[in-house]
C-alpha cells in the first residue's frame, strides 16, 4: 500500500485517480480547494482550502501534513483559459502559470521533506506543451504554462535522481472535463493509463514525457 496525495482532486481526473488508487488499496490524500460531495464519499484523507498557486496555501499543507510519508506526489491542479491571438488578456495568462508551471513545483518543493527514496513525482501536463507537436497555434497561455512545466519537471528529474526519487511528465489525452467542455474520453479511462504509467515509472525511466496510453511524446 503506498500513500498517495493528488492536488486537483476534487473533480475530472483528479477524482478519478483519488477514486481508484482507493479502490486499490492506497492510502489517499486528496488535496483540493474544496470537497465535493463526490470526493467526500470516498473515504480518503482530504486537506482542502488548498491552492497551488498560493505561497501561504502550500505552507500550510505543507504544516498540516507534518512528516507524513507521500510515496506518489501527483501533481493535478491546472487550469485553462481560452484565447486567441488580438485577444489576449495577460492577466489570465499569469494565472495559468501561476497554477500550471510553478505549482506543481511550488507543491513538490514545499513536501520535499515527505519524500523519501523510492517516491514518485508525478506532473499532469499536456501535449498542447509539446513545440514539436504544435501543428495548430491558439492557446497561448495553456501552451506556454505546460512547455514551462515540462522544463520544471525535466528539472526536477536531474535534482531529484541523486534521493532516489523519480519524475514523470504525463499527458492524460483529451479527457471529458469541465475543463474540456466535456469533450474527449472518460476520466476513468484516462485515470486508468494514467495509474498504468505510475506503476511503470522508476529511476531508469525518469524525466519522460508520456501519453497515459503508454507512448513517449515529442518535446
Same mark, same amino acid.
Given at each position: 500500500?503506498? @500513500?498517495?496525495?493528488?492536488?486537483?482532486?476534487?473533480?475530472?481526473?483528479?477524482?478519478?485517480?483519488? *477514486?481508484?488508487?482507493?479502490?486499490?488499496?492506497?492510502?489517499?490524500?486528496?488535496?483540493?480547494?474544496?470537497?465535493?460531495?463526490?470526493?467526500?464519499?470516498? /473515504?480518503?484523507?482530504?486537506?482542502?482550502? @488548498?491552492?497551488?498557486?498560493?505561497?501561504?496555501?502550500?505552507?500550510?499543507?505543507?504544516?498540516?501534513?507534518?512528516?507524513?510519508?507521500?510515496?506518489?506526489? $501527483?501533481?493535478?491542479?491546472? !487550469?485553462?483559459?481560452? #484565447?486567441?491571438?488580438?485577444?489576449?488578456?495577460?492577466?489570465?495568462?499569469?494565472?495559468?502559470?501561476?497554477?500550471?508551471?510553478?505549482?506543481?513545483?511550488?507543491? *513538490?518543493?514545499?513536501?520535499?521533506?515527505?519524500?523519501? =527514496?523510492?517516491? =514518485? $513525482?508525478?506532473? !499532469? @501536463?499536456?501535449?498542447?506543451?509539446?513545440?514539436? #507537436?504544435?501543428?495548430?497555434?491558439?492557446?497561448?497561455?495553456?501552451?506556454?504554462? =505546460? *512547455?514551462?512545466?515540462?522544463?520544471?519537471? @525535466?528539472?526536477?528529474?536531474?535534482?531529484?535522481?541523486?534521493?532516489?526519487?523519480? $519524475?514523470?511528465?504525463?499527458?492524460?489525452?483529451? $479527457?471529458?472535463?469541465?475543463? *474540456?467542455? /466535456?469533450?474527449?474520453?472518460?476520466?476513468?479511462?484516462?485515470?486508468?493509463?494514467? !495509474?498504468?504509467?505510475?506503476?511503470?515509472?522508476?529511476?531508469?525511466?525518469?524525466?519522460?514525457?508520456?501519453?497515459?496510453?503508454?507512448?513517449?511524446?515529442?518535446?
Amino acid at each position: 500500500m503506498a @500513500t498517495v496525495l493528488v492536488t486537483g482532486s476534487n473533480r475530472g481526473i483528479g477524482l478519478q485517480l483519488c *477514486t481508484q488508487f482507493t479502490a486499490r488499496g492506497d492510502d489517499v490524500i486528496a488535496v483540493c480547494r474544496s470537497a465535493g460531495d463526490d470526493l467526500s464519499r470516498l /473515504g480518503a484523507r482530504i486537506i482542502e482550502n @488548498t491552492d497551488v498557486s498560493d505561497d501561504d496555501s502550500v505552507k500550510r499543507l505543507q504544516d498540516t501534513l507534518g512528516k507524513q510519508r507521500v510515496d506518489i506526489l $501527483v501533481n493535478g491542479a491546472g !487550469i485553462l483559459r481560452q #484565447d486567441k491571438l488580438g485577444e489576449l488578456d495577460y492577466d489570465e495568462m499569469s494565472e495559468q502559470f501561476r497554477v500550471n508551471a510553478l505549482g506543481p513545483l511550488r507543491v *513538490t518543493e514545499a513536501l520535499l521533506d515527505n519524500l523519501r =527514496k523510492g517516491s =514518485k $513525482v508525478i506532473i !499532469i @501536463t499536456s501535449r498542447l506543451g509539446s513545440i514539436e #507537436d504544435n501543428s495548430s497555434g491558439g492557446y497561448y497561455g495553456y501552451r506556454a504554462s =505546460k *512547455t514551462a512545466v515540462n522544463q520544471i519537471g @525535466t528539472n526536477l528529474r536531474h535534482e531529484l535522481l541523486p534521493r532516489g526519487i523519480a $519524475v514523470a511528465l504525463l499527458h492524460p489525452g483529451l $479527457v471529458a472535463t469541465e475543463m *474540456t467542455g /466535456g469533450q474527449g474520453i472518460d476520466p476513468g479511462e484516462s485515470a486508468r493509463g494514467l !495509474i498504468q504509467r505510475i506503476d511503470e515509472l522508476n529511476l531508469g525511466n525518469s524525466g519522460g514525457f508520456w501519453h497515459a496510453e503508454g507512448y513517449a511524446l515529442p518535446w
